[in-house]
């Protein structure tokens, strides 16, 4: 048997390529020279933080400047100018579509939005308390089962994309014990995902502010659902177990679920003039405050600002204009305080709020969102494809002589 390598001992060796070597060497704000940032990543980057895991040519993120980018185009265009049909376009083919690809692009996804009678039985029949996200995952696992299999990959990732939204609406209907809407081919992919949940069609201010949340969600480079999803299309396994893995990363509260709890938190605070007291108590206990703090934004988050330039438009009621209060009061103590910055999710579940979205649905909601982006990085990796095996840095025993079950004790050692 081979000896288990001595950290202690062991040099390590890291190739790096140009991009890699120049991205590592923007780095340096952190003041380490070439061989503390390479001995740092190696060896203590917990949570893999700023580690280059792989190239991709679909997203980029500027953490300093704050700049989120689809394939080259800013967000804050996007947001203003496109929706949610356009964006998963760009993001799976690269550039914007001229007007008969898009309308060929739309067609298709159109017509893919209704799901087999078969998985609406099956969604129906989940227990009606269940969690969302767990519904969702079941949902996308069966649907694999389902969808033709003579599809190719991008017809796959269209009918995977374009039925998130029906299977989060039928979930949410049976779990009111209401008829599941089936969706209409005539309303654009936001409007007709707020008509599947509730039976009416919405408005166009509505409708134009879930394309809005759809578009910010659509991608966000290596984070933890898409390089799951990547991590298994890297097997050769198939796309939908790819997005099944990612809906379950997703689920997490660490990654989706933070504006769930950041509604809940403005719902305890109950008052602006109980901000203060709440988020310094909060503080002293060392808590985390969701809706703040990012693993690549050092300034604030570019989908937050947007959403909270538009929450100024979009807040009507007593309610909402006291929770935006809240938030705003929230935002101002942690950024003086801690110097943190608000990331997307303290401002999505009052958008999701206003548009009538129950809380439960807020990750769901997100999972269709990020449905291209995932779809996008799939491809991506089966286009070019290495099976993703890291190693560890191993930190257990070193050799150990093997003794007979009667010569153990219970802490392995010999009596
Ligand atoms: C997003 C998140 C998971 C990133 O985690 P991370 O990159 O591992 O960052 P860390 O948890 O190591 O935080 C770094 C420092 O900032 C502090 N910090 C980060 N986010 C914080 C928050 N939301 N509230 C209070 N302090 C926070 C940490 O306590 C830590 O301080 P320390 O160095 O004094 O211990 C983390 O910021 C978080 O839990 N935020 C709240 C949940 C949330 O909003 N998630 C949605 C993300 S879009």
Redesign the pocket.
């Known amino acids: 048997m081979p000896m288990p390598k001595n950290p202690e001992s062991d040099s390590t060796t890291v190739k790096l390529s140009r991009d890699t070597y120049s991205k590592l060497a923007s780095l340096g704000k952190y003041s380490e020279t070439m061989d503390q940032i390479i001995q740092r990543l190696t060896t203590q980057a ?2 893999l ?1 700023d580690v280059v895991a792989g190239k991709s040519s679909i997203t980029f993120i500027d953490g300093h400047e704050g700049r989120l980018l689809y394939r080259g185009y800013d967000i804050a265009d996007l947001t203003t100018h496109s929706n949610y049909e356009e964006t998963a376009f760009l993001l799976w083919n690269g550039h914007l579509p001229t007007v008969n690809e898009l309308k060929g692009f739309s067609e298709e996804l159109d017509s893919k939005r209704a799901i087999p009678r078969e998985l609406v039985s099956i969604l129906t029949t989940l227990p009606q308390n269940c969690d969302t996200m767990d519904a969702l995952r079941v949902g996308v696992a069966a649907l694999g089962v389902f969808d033709d299999p003579m599809y190719s990959q991008q017809e796959k990732a269209m009918s995977i994309a374009a039925k998130m939204g029906t299977m989060v609406a039928a979930i949410h209907r049976h779990k009111h014990d209401q008829e599941v809407v089936a969706p209409r081919e005539d309303l654009s992919f936001a409007a007709n995902f707020l008509y599947m949940l509730s039976g009416k069609v919405p408005s166009e201010e509505d409708s134009r502010l879930m394309d809005v949340l759809l578009i910010l969600h659509a991608d966000h480079e290596f984070n933890a659902s898409t390089f799951t999803a990547r991590v298994i299309a890297s097997t050769l396994s198939d796309i939908y177990s790819a997005v099944t893995g990612a809906v379950g990363a997703l689920k997490g ?7 769930e ?2 509604v809940e938190m403005t719902a305890e605070i109950g008052s602006p003039a109980k901000v203060d007291a709440y988020i310094r108590g ?2 002293a206990s ?11 934004y050092k300034t604030m ?1 570019p989908r937050a600002k947007i959403l909270s330039d538009m929450a100024e438009h979009f807040v009507r009621t007593p309610k909402e204009k006291e929770s935006l209060e809240i938030i705003q009061r929230i935002e101002a103590i ?1 950024l003086k305080e ?1 110097n ?1 910055y608000p ?4 401002f999505s579940g009052l958008a999701l709020n206003h548009m009538g979205v129950p809380a439960y649905l807020f990750t769901p909601v997100f999972a269709i969102g990020r449905a291209p982006g995932w779809l996008a990085h799939v491809l991506e990796q089966y286009a070019d494809n290495r099976i993703i095996r890291p190693i560890s840095d191993y930190v257990g025993p070193q050799l150990m002589t093997y003794t007979s079950i009667e010569g153990r004790t219970s802490k392995g050692l010999r009596p």
């Open positions: 917990k949570g933080e509260p660490l990654h989706g679920g933070a504006n709890k950041v909060k503080l060392k808590a985390k405050i969701n809706g703040f703090g990012h693993r690549v988050d942690l801690k943190l990331n997307v999710d303290l």
